[in-house]
């Protein structure tokens, strides 16, 4: 058990993955914290991309 709830980011490792709204589809995305990072993961998908 961490201390932070979100999963951590699968490409740099560092960052965590923050939910994020967009319009009604509220978290259907994730967002690396890491701004170095900016990987993004679209949970409909089941995959990730960097934008
Ligand atoms: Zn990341």
Partial sequence: ?????FPKCLACDKGHLLPFSFK???FEKWKCS??????????RDRDGFRD
């Fill in 1 to 5: 058990m961490g201390e932070n709830i």
């Fill in 24 to 26: 009604e589809d509220v």
């Fill in 34 to 43: 890491n701004p170095d990072c900016d990987f993004i993961v679209k949970k």
